[in-house]
């Protein structure tokens, strides 16, 4: 059964940093464009960034473009997301996902196959 394990979210001060981390399992990881989409209470889950197979190619939302920084590791299947100069409206649950686009420019969910059960981060003002 294929897994993705968010970890990494956490309370923290705006203008401070967290690194996210998605453990992927059971499926060919290097095979897959990999996203991270967030959901913030009251709201529908939004794209956030997303990379390519290779990790050579990346593509931001523009509220989080020069931010935060989406990268992946395929020898230890996990995908990341650096966010830096985190607002209070970064407040949200944050899920990896997977999608068979390797190109990695997946902006919407139903492009995605597999997903994560979500980590939150919340920004404190």
């Known amino acids: 059964q294929v897994e993705l394990v968010e970890s990494g979210g956490g309370l923290v001060q705006a203008g401070g940093s967290l690194r996210l981390s998605c453990a992927a399992s059971?499926?060919?990881?290097?095979?897959?464009?990999m996203g991270w989409f967030r959901q913030a209470p009251g709201k529908e889950r939004e794209f956030v960034a997303a990379?390519?197979?290779?990790?050579?190619?990346?593509y931001y939302a523009d509220s989080v473009k020069g931010r935060f920084t989406i990268s992946r590791d395929n020898a230890k299947n996990t995908v990341y997301l650096q966010m830096n100069s985190l607002k209070p409206e970064d407040t949200a649950v944050y899920y990896c996902?997977?999608?068979?686009?390797?190109?990695?420019?997946?902006?919407?969910?139903?492009?995605?196959?597999?997903w994560g059960q979500g980590t939150q981060v919340t920004v404190s003002s």
């Open positions: 059971r499926f060919t990881f290097s095979s897959y464009g």
């Open positions: 990379v390519s197979w290779s990790g050579g190619n990346t």
């Open positions: 996902a997977a999608s068979p686009r390797r190109v990695g420019n997946s902006r919407y969910e139903y492009e995605y196959d597999y």
